[in-house]
């Protein structure tokens, strides 16, 4: 999946959310999943994929980063389980 992406990771339901963007969404949750990415997401253990959006280009992918960035946290639980209610790990969906 090659085209620029926003994307959610959570440690579990409800817990810690992590926010980036990336453009092969594939190789970027994999080294989240194998804590070859330093940081936030490795200390904290962040590896569930639980939403993404695709975007036409990075700079479209870039402002909805921000934009979510600065939501409320409710507001972001809620975008989750609109689409992911259980969420389950979107990872295997996108292989």
């Known amino acids: 999946m090659k085209q620029p992406v926003t994307y959610i990771l959570a440690n ?3 817990g ?3 926010i980036g963007v990336t453009s ?7 080294q989240h999943k194998n804590d070859l990415v330093e940081g936030f997401c490795k200390k904290y253990a962040v590896h569930i994929l639980v939403y993404f959006e695709q975007h036409g280009d990075m700079n479209a992918a870039i402002v909805r980063e921000k934009q979510l960035k600065k939501w409320k946290r409710d507001w972001k639980l809620q975008l989750i389980e609109k689409s992911n209610p259980n969420w389950i790990d979107l990872y295997h969906t996108i292989l």
């Not at 092969?24 to 994999?30: A, E, F, H, Q, T």
């Open 16 to 18: 810690t959310l992590y």
């Open 12 to 14: 579990h339901k409800c």
């Open 24 to 30: 092969d969404l594939v190789k970027r949750i994999w």
